[in-house]
């Protein structure tokens, strides 16, 4: 089978596309480095022949109100682009709970690409996952000093971007499911707790503490991000991920 991934140089398209070069298809990388441009529309014929599978794992550049456009747009020219290709098949990465938080730009213009996908030409499925791990030192980093780092209790589920690509490649290269699986990690941790997790397990004597204004989930309440008990869970628990990444 022929499968395009669409951001398949990032975090997770990398790993899609080996995952799936492994298991014998044929994986094609489409990222600006390949000459694939989104937003313009600019090598995505070419990306998608022959195609029969579109996976999409690009990322917006920003998290504000542009990543709107960003997700607007590009779904767009890659429904276009796809019905084109006859592709049969598209694939998209989105958050667990993404509908549920529209006070964060980001996760309104994920959920606009739901919608976008949902309304498009062809068979669909929808990969929900929740934070990954490798997202944590930047989340450290949004409110932190010399000294301390701010964060709020909001409770998530991490996952391993590893799981996550093995959840994306399982979707790609099965029916569509049109509608949508959520994957999440094994263990729900509030914010704050994690964030003492990761410093201690890195010996980082920086003080955490709890501050429910601080970073990108400041006011986010309850268990929208958390996935619920039809969720694929992952194996990798965070604890020991962390042992690998010393």
Not at 222 to 243: C, E, F, K, M, S
Request: aromatic share 6%; proline share 5%; glycine share 10%.
């Amino acid at each position: 089978m022929k499968l395009t991934v669409i951001g398949g140089t990032g975090l997770i398209g990398s790993q899609v596309v080996r995952k799936l070069t492994t298991a014998g298809h044929e994986a094609v990388p489409a990222a600006l480095s390949t000459g694939v441009d989104l937003i313009t529309g600019k090598g995505l014929d070419q990306a998608l022949e022959g195609a029969e599978v579109v996976v999409n794992v690009a990322n917006s550049p920003t998290f504000d109100e542009a990543s709107l456009d960003f997700f607007g747009t590009s779904m767009d020219n890659l429904l276009a682009a796809g019905e084109r290709a006859g592709v049969r098949h598209q694939v998209i990465l989105s958050i667990v709970g993404v509908d549920q938080v529209p006070q964060l730009a980001y996760y309104r213009a994920k959920t606009l690409q739901e919608h976008l996908l949902r309304q498009g030409p062809a068979p669909y499925s929808i990969v929900r996952a929740t934070q990954f791990f490798e997202f944590m030192h930047a989340v450290l980093s949004w409110t932190s000093d010399d000294t301390t780092v701010r964060l709020p209790a909001t409770r998530i589920q991490p996952i391993a971007a590893a799981d996550v690509a093995d959840a994306v490649a399982g979707v790609a290269t099965g029916a569509p499911l049109l509608g949508i699986r959520n994957v999440a990690g094994p263990d729900v941790f509030p914010l704050d707790e994690l964030g003492r997790v990761t410093l201690a397990a890195q010996h980082d004597g920086r003080t955490v503490i709890t501050d429910d204004t601080a970073g990108m989930f400041a006011g986010i309440t309850g268990d929208v991000l958390i996935a619920g008990p039809d969720a694929h869970l992952a194996p990798t628990r965070y604890q020991d991920w962390l042992q690998t990444v010393r």
